[in-house]
């Protein structure tokens, strides 16, 4: 598929096939389409948390404004975002910055300056830290959606849901903020899909404020 076509032909369905399936290798192709997303300084502060299980789903669901295509998608995602994923000593951090120094970019006498430079840009606060955690993961989960496109298989993001709870539910450690969910699978073939929706032009996006 086209870029311009699987950016045209993505849509957020409402409705799954609960009898086809979506397979392992491509649940990992896509991660690994979209692990290919640029992030600041390259820290890729995202993870995922993979749902097939039906009693899992049906959890995440509760949490989710009993919405049914989180348990009728054959994978539901819950997208993560690291809020401590620019801090020293960090297993992603370290590993990427010796990454850096292996393909001669960096220095390996640059690592403390390294270091400053992440805490001063996303870690100088907390609404910082919270800005560098959603704006990479949102990076990750639209080019997630598009390699999901891709593949032929249709998703649909959500932020309709309780993230305390669904972070008590599974566990999930305070430094993660969670952007979204995103559900995967195939529309429903008995349903019909709607028009896709009004956009804002390029004059509409296109501002000044001098």
Known sequence: MEFREAVENRRAVNFFDPQKDVSDQQI???????????SSFNLQPW?????????????????A????????????????GDMSGWQEGHE????????LV?????????????????????????DRQVAFACKNAGFFAMTLMLAAKDLGLDTHPM?????????????????????????????RSD????????????DEISVRFD
């Open 102 to 126: 292996k393909m001669g970019m960096m220095a390996e006498d640059q690592h403390d300056w390294f270091l400053n430079a992440c805490k001063n840009l996303y870690g100088a606060s907390r």
């Open 191 to 202: 349903k019909t899909l709607p028009p896709p929706k009004w956009r804002k032009s390029f």
């Open 47 to 63: 993870s995922l948390i993979v749902l097939r299980d039906h009693e899992e789903k049906m959890r995440l669901q509760k949490q």
């Open 92 to 99: 992603f951090v370290e590993k990427n910055f010796d990454s």
């Open 159 to 187: 932020d309709g849901f309780d993230m305390e709870g669904v972070k008590k539910e599974f566990n999930i450690p305070d430094n993660y903020w969670i952007p979204l969910l995103i559900s995967v699978g195939y529309f």
């Open 65 to 80: 404004w009993d919405q049914p295509k989180v348990s009728q998608a054959p994978v539901t995602l819950i997208v993560l």
């Open 28 to 38: 990992r192709q896509i991660v690994e389409t979209a692990a290919k997303t640029p």
